[in-house]
């Protein structure tokens, strides 16, 4: 047998690269690059816009259907909705001890209408007050001295307090901590807040289903505001602050001069494209086009105007 040997094979060297290779990329490629991210970049931010602008719109809506079932829960145990806001002869529960002005003629008794403005003196506690407890605030609730009125000294540590979810969130940028972002329905037309309201939440009214002839499905119980900060009075405060009217166009623009006047309460508006949400009385979540016809509108803010609109809320154009 022949002894096992290894093959031999010619001697190699290694071959240095030649100068000049290619050792990064070209110019050409990186602007391909810089192009592609750019495009990239163009298509995701506004995607990333509109999924925080539909974020923004569903936290609302979760708001209003916190602020609607705890009407409901309300409702329920005081057989009544709260009070939109009240003078300080009335009950903040019950309305046990109201008067009002009245006058007789032998045994007919007529109800002189009460007005407030939205000025701060007066009692003026309110719904969003009334409701503390449903929304898991008893404490706050607890807190609020109703012996007296909402601006006493009392009160102040209270009427600043910030709750979250009284503000939309595109809208929490521009408004205090102290205010809301919602407030009730106390007439279809713009006129002050009063005892002859056609509302659900008015002044000294505790209404019940009987009230609404229209029906709570067709009647706006809270809807969207906005309004210069200057001018709000915060959460507690009965007045335009928490209450609102169908007088004027969703999202119309109120000049400064208008809030100086204390008998001007004002519309819906918010900073959703389009329009504003609402919570009908039977808690669902709506959103009106702020081109919604005026007649339409109003009928749906009166709790007894004897119809029911066939108009269907339009989704924002956000």
């Known amino acids: 047998m022949k002894p096992f040997s290894l093959?031999?094979?010619?001697?190699?060297?290694?071959?240095?690269?030649?100068?000049?290779g290619r050792s990064g990329f070209s110019l050409i490629e990186i602007l391909v690059v810089i192009g592609i991210l750019v495009i990239l970049a163009a298509i995701s931010i506004p995607v990333l816009r509109d999924m925080r602008t539909m974020a923004r719109r569903s936290n609302c809506e979760q708001n209003l259907i916190r602020l609607a079932t705890a009407s409901q829960a309300y409702a329920i145990d005081h057989i009544h909705l709260p009070s939109g806001t009240l003078t300080g002869s009335a009950s903040i529960a019950t309305g046990e001890g109201l008067s009002v002005e009245i006058e007789t003629d032998a045994d007919d008794y007529v109800i002189l209408p009460l007005t407030i403005t939205s000025l701060p003196k007066g009692y003026h506690h309110n719904w969003v007050s009334s409701l503390l407890p449903y929304c898991d605030r008893e404490g706050m609730f607890q807190a609020i001295n109703f012996q007296v009125g909402v601006y006493a000294p009392e009160n102040a540590v209270m009427r600043d307090a910030d709750i979250p979810f009284l503000r939309c969130p595109s809208s929490a940028e521009q408004q205090k901590l102290n205010t809301t972002s919602y407030a009730g329905l106390h007439s279809s037309d713009e006129r002050p807040i009063g005892t002859d309201n056609d509302g659900l939440l008015s002044l000294n009214r505790w209404l019940i289903p009987d009230d609404v002839p229209d029906g709570?499905?067709?009647?706006?119980?809270?809807?969207?505001?906005?309004?210069?900060?200057?001018?709000?009075?915060?959460?507690?405060?009965g007045t335009r602050s928490s209450l609102r009217n169908a007088?004027?166009?969703?999202?119309?623009?109120?000049?400064?001069?208008?809030?100086?006047?204390?008998?001007f309460v004002g519309g819906l508006g918010s900073?959703?494209?389009?329009?504003?949400?609402?919570?009908?009385?039977?808690?669902?979540?709506?959103?009106?086009?702020?081109?919604?016809?005026?007649?339409?509108?109003?009928?749906?803010?009166?709790?007894?105007?004897?119809?029911?609109?066939?108009?269907?809320?339009?989704p924002p154009s956000e």
């Open 271 to 314: 900073l959703h494209a389009g329009g504003a949400l609402v919570a009908m009385g039977d808690g669902s979540i709506e959103f009106l086009s702020d081109s919604i016809d005026m007649e339409v509108f109003t009928s749906l803010a009166s709790r007894n105007d004897q119809t029911k609109s066939t108009e269907q809320a339009t």
């Open 7 to 20: 093959p031999r094979f010619p001697h190699t060297r290694c071959v240095p690269p030649l100068r000049g």
């Open 247 to 263: 007088g004027t166009p969703i999202n119309a623009a109120i000049t400064e001069e208008t809030y100086h006047d204390p008998n």
């Open 216 to 237: 709570m499905a067709y009647t706006i119980l809270f809807g969207e505001k906005l309004s210069p900060p200057q001018f709000d009075l915060g959460w507690m405060s």
